[in-house]
């Protein structure tokens, strides 16, 4: 028998202490690696069990590849049982007598289906590819939050630019109609001031009009006259001054 490394000599013990494991869902390899607190992974732990069995250290019960019971081999009488035999110990294990229950036959070649119990193997590996996707989904889901918010934000931007531009244009709109009404409401109003002078001229003109129309003719000529005389003081005035 090889030497047992530590992990095999745990199993030896446990059996041989604790008698069988035994699982009615045929998962007793999975039982046994809790049993004993093998710590690496499902299907190291699978391919050590399966391992064990091609040595004859342990049998194994097993139907439809799934592994219902582990356990020392049973000792022929008058034979050393594995358990007792030191590690570095060259003594074969006892043939298993007739009576034992049904257990999994040796394969001819070190892979052989039958030294693996798949549907554990299976298990361990799905259980490991959920993990992994698991993992990447929750960083994947981080990263693409990022980027929608970050999307989002760059929507939001665009449509706050749009909408100032918008209402910049709007407002140069406005200050131009602003400045043309201005430019007509004074020159409206220039207008408005010269029809004001011109209607009160006008008016000024009638009444001097309507007041010599009422004159005699003797009259008109003492005005004129007076008004003659008037312009030439004011005239002179102006030459003394």
Known sequence: MPRRSGARQDIVDFLSA????????GRATAALKRAVGYGGND?????????????GEIDRVVRGRRTYELRLPIPAPGSVSPAA?????????????ASAPALAAPAEHPGASEDIDYDELAAAL??????????????SSSVGWTKRRMERLETRNAVAERELARAKAELRAV????DELKSRLEAAEHNLSVLSERHHSSAAQASANR????LGTEDRDLLQ?????????????ERTG
């Open 18 to 25: 604790n008698g069988s494991i035994s699982d009615p869902h």
């Open 43 to 55: 299907s190291a732990f699978i391919q050590l069990v399966s391992a064990m069995a091609r040595d």
């Open 85 to 97: 035999s030191p590690a570095s110990g060259s003594v074969s294990p006892a043939p298993v007598p």
């Open 126 to 139: 799905l259980a490991r590819v959920t993990q992994v996707i698991s993992d990447s989904e929750h960083g």
């Open 175 to 178: 200050e131009a109609q602003r």
């Open 211 to 214: 007041a010599a129309r009422r």
């Open 225 to 237: 006259r007076l008004t003659g005389q008037h312009r030439q003081k004011e005239h002179r005035s």
